[in-house]
């Protein structure tokens, strides 16, 4: 039971890092209609701010608002400077660009920082945090922060008039014009916000996975199938789909252990988790193809 | 009366192809103006002309200020409101959320909460649905919501696409005689373009008649409803 809820926990924990990823897809993709490749790459490159900052003096949760401000302003300053020329391109030009700065994100990192892994401190003290044999202080700690990243964000959507502005520009673009919307402010403001969240979830997870310039690969894998199972469209449910990914990949390393321990047979364990929790995406997408809490878009023809 | 809004030799352009070639007109402030023609004349390229949403030659002017090469989104901040075809509303926010972005450039919050209140005066069925998705309005609510819309903006102008479009003729006398009203009690100017010619000439005062991207004549409503020409042409009898 105990070993149960320990991995329920850290299954949450790692969740709750794939949720502020696939929230940054979503929110890109749904104001634009692309999937950003190097969402990952932008918040591995975040976490290595905040490192420096840190390297330099300051303290961890100052570091950690101010990295989070700087990627905002660098998301911000991609849009306006290197997708805005790019508004009318033909969707695979817009693919390359993305690859493009996955690569020169990368090998930025590895020109300042090195390749070389970098142990990553952990904000939260260790004896008075966390509930002992269930979850660990750190875990608990990026459940914790990333439910009040998302909170407010989804308070900022749902209450401001900025929220609501940024919503209509991504329903309708041509409608919110109509409003007196600045449609292509709202799209710079959506890639600042996605950059700023993708930094949260590289600096909080960067304790668990070390820090390189290659750290967010897997997690973007991830980050993909949560976004893809909650409906690609749906913020929620990419939320939603973070934690469900985060918990199923841990449950079936779980119970694949259990089967060993009773049966002696060992038929899973942790080197298959993410095969595995994978082909379960797949099995879902097969029968519900818009995702979990997707809508199904008819188009007129 | 001055002109509110002058438009002079404004053509427009779908890419290659030329949708107007020489449209003019002038719409008196307080009034209401209709413009006619048959399918693809150019009238609803002749009010996204004039919010810029197209590309345009010529000049527009509103309230003396020329507005031809300002964006869609600051055309709006003078108050000019468009309700464009096939019922602009957002349709995955709500019937209140839609209202509010309305008031989106009005920085005077005590007025928009009294606009609000007007608004649902002429409207009802809206302040009943305010919670409810646009897209799940009928067609008629989604209508009505599109020019409560656009009345939020306390508009000087209002262009309307179009307003009649696939709805039952009950409704279309009710948004009719409520575009009437507004035009008297909240002095919108109104440019209205209207498949419903005999409907529209009823409520303007004023008419241009546009043929394949011209003005092709023009005059009070009560002169062109008995012009031979449009009688046969737009109004089938």
């Known amino acids: ?25 979503v929110m890109i993709y749904v104001s634009t209609d692309h999937l950003n490749f190097a969402q990952g790459e932008m918040a591995m490159f975040s976490t290595y701010i905040s490192w420096q900052l840190m390297q330099w003096g300051l303290g961890f949760w100052l570091a950690f608002i101010l990295a989070v401000l700087i990627s905002f302003c660098m998301g911000v300053f991609i849009e306006r400077v290197i997708l805005r020329p790019l508004h009318h ?47 660990g202080p750190h875990q608990l700690g990026v459940v914790l922060v990333t439910l009040i990243v998302l909170s407010l964000l989804f308070a900022f959507f749902r209450y401001t008039p900025l929220g609501l502005a940024m919503r209509a520009a991504a329903q309708n673009p041509q409608m919110a014009r109509l409003v007196g919307v600045r449609v292509d402010w709202m799209l710079a403001l959506g890639w600042g916000l ?79 988790k993410l095969t595995v929790a994978l082909i379960i ?20 023809v | 009366m001055p002109s509110l809004l002058e438009v002079k030799g404004l053509k427009a352009y779908y890419g290659q192809t030329q949708a107007l ?28 002309a004039i919010c810029n949403m197209v590309r345009t030659d010529g000049t527009v002017r509103f309230a003396g200020e020329d507005i031809s090469r300002q964006a869609t989104e ?58 409810q998705q646009a897209g799940t309005l009928s067609g008629g609510e989604q209508q009505m919501l599109a020019i409560a819309r656009a009345l939020m903006l306390k508009p000087r102008l209002m262009l309307l696409d179009e307003p009649s479009f696939g709805l039952a003729p009950l409704i279309v006398v009710e948004i009719f005689r409520i575009l009437r009203r507004i035009n008297e009690e909240e002095k919108v100017s109104i440019l209205l373009v209207e498949q419903n010619a005999a409907l529209a000439l009823d409520l303007a005062a004023h008419a241009y008649v546009l043929e394949t991207g011209k003005v092709v004549m023009h005059g009070p409503s009560a002169v062109v409803k008995n012009d031979e020409n449009i009688r046969k042409s737009y109004l089938g009898y």
């Open chain 1, 1 to 25: 039971m105990e070993q149960f809820l320990q991995q329920l926990a850290s299954g949450l924990a790692n969740g709750a890092i794939y949720a502020c990823v696939a929230l940054a897809l």
């Open chain 1, 89 to 135: 391109a033909p969707v695979l030009s817009i693919v390359v660009v993305f690859i493009g700065l996955l690569a020169i994100c990368n090998s930025m990192a590895g020109a300042i920082w090195s390749y070389l892994i970098k142990e990553y401190p952990s904000p939260f003290p260790k004896a008075e945090f966390g509930i002992a044999g269930v979850i």
């Open chain 1, 194 to 272: 996605a950059a700023a969240v993708g930094a949260v979830a590289g600096i909080m997870v960067a304790h668990i996975v070390y820090l390189d310039p290659n750290m967010m690969g897997g997690i973007l894998l991830y980050a993909f199938a949560s976004a893809l199972i909650g409906g690609i469209g749906n913020p929620g449910g990419a939320v939603v789909g973070g934690f469900i990914v985060g918990v199923l990949e841990n449950m079936v390393a779980y119970s694949g252990n259990m089967i060993e321990k009773i049966t002696g047979i060992y038929i899973i364990g942790n080197g298959e």
């Open chain 1, 281 to 300: 995406v797949i099995f879902v997408l097969t029968l519900k193809p818009a995702g979990l809490f997707g809508r199904v878009v008819v188009k007129r």
């Open chain 2, 21 to 48: 070639y020489d449209v003019g007109f002038d719409i008196p402030e307080g009034g209401i103006t209709t413009l006619l023609g048959a399918n693809g004349a150019g009238k609803t390229t002749t009010l996204r």
């Open chain 2, 74 to 131: 600051e055309i709006v901040r003078r108050r000019i409101a468009h309700v464009p075809e096939g019922r602009g509303t957002f349709t995955s926010l709500t019937v209140d959320e839609n209202l509010r972005i309305a008031a989106y450039t009005r920085r005077d919050k005590a007025g928009v909460d009294a606009e609000r209140e007007r608004v649902f005066s002429y409207f009802p069925r809206l302040k009943e649905r305010i919670q």
